[in-house]
């Protein structure tokens, strides 16, 4: 499914009433996927590797935790991920941890969602994406309370990237799935999921290895 692009300014949707409607008090959270196996990267940990003197986990808490659109945020991890806990001390997130991570990311996007069923929406981002900005993430939330769509990806010219906001109409599917997929098949399925445009480049470079580690510094 080819998803529609919306750039800002959001106005909500103008052609399809019933594609979402206006809600500017909408409560958000924001949820960091930091408990990922790091298979290709090697036998180290690929969220605690160094970018710029802060491990990689570090970057993408603090572009989460200074979203000023966020209501709340939290970090899932591993079950026995020591090293990603102190590598986030000092952003006061509430930690949530997930004994099942090796299982695939849809375990801790389900630990995500019970956590975060209290808000409207959930923006899921993830802990080896360093350089999406603060900014993408307040303009994804903006887009949500605009009535935009019920199911968000970031978006850098057209190309689809994360993070990724879903409505709590989602989030009993967002607890079905499984695997390493999280939520990708029901926003490309979705009947009013959209890309939100944001000029940022940090969308779309995620680290899986260390030639990708290389290749963002």
């Given at each position: 499914m080819t998803l529609p692009i919306i750039r800002p300014p959001f106005n909500g949707p103008d052609e399809d009433e019933d594609s979402g409607s206006s809600r500017p008090d909408?409560?958000?959270?924001?949820?960091?996927?930091?408990?990922?196996?790091?298979?290709?990267?090697?036998?180290?940990?690929?969220?605690?590797?160094?970018?710029?003197?802060?491990?990689?986990?570090?970057?993408?808490?603090?572009?989460?935790?200074?979203?000023?659109?966020?209501?709340?945020?939290?970090?899932?991890?591993?079950?026995?991920?020591?090293?990603?806990?102190?590598?986030l001390d000092g952003f006061d997130l509430p930690i949530i941890e997930n004994p099942d991570a090796e299982r695939g990311q849809a375990t801790s996007v389900r630990a995500g969602v019970e956590w975060g069923r209290e808000y409207d929406a959930i923006v899921f981002a993830l802990g080896d994406m360093p350089h999406v900005q603060s900014r993408s993430i307040n303009r994804l939330v903006s887009a949500y309370r605009a009535g935009s769509g019920d199911a968000l990806a970031a978006a850098f010219d057209g190309r689809r990237g994360n993070p990724v906001?879903?409505?709590?109409?989602?989030?009993?599917?967002?607890?079905?799935?499984?695997?390493?997929?999280?939520?990708?098949?029901?926003?490309?399925?979705?009947?009013?999921?959209?890309?939100?445009?944001?000029?940022?480049?940090?969308?779309?470079?995620?680290?899986?290895?260390?030639?990708?580690?290389?290749?963002?510094?």
């Open positions: 909408a409560s958000v959270a924001g949820v960091l996927l930091a408990a990922g196996s790091s298979s290709r990267f090697g036998e180290s940990d690929k969220l605690l590797a160094s970018l710029d003197d802060d491990p990689l986990v570090r970057h993408a808490a603090r572009s989460l935790r200074y979203a000023s659109e966020l209501d709340a945020v939290a970090a899932v991890i591993g079950g026995n991920a020591d090293g990603v806990r102190d590598a906001l879903f409505d709590s109409i989602h989030f009993d599917a967002l607890e079905d799935v499984s695997g390493d997929i999280g939520g990708r098949e029901i926003l490309l399925d979705g009947e009013h999921s959209a890309l939100i445009e944001t000029g940022d480049p940090g969308v779309l470079l995620d680290v899986d290895t260390k030639g990708d580690l290389r290749n963002v510094r």
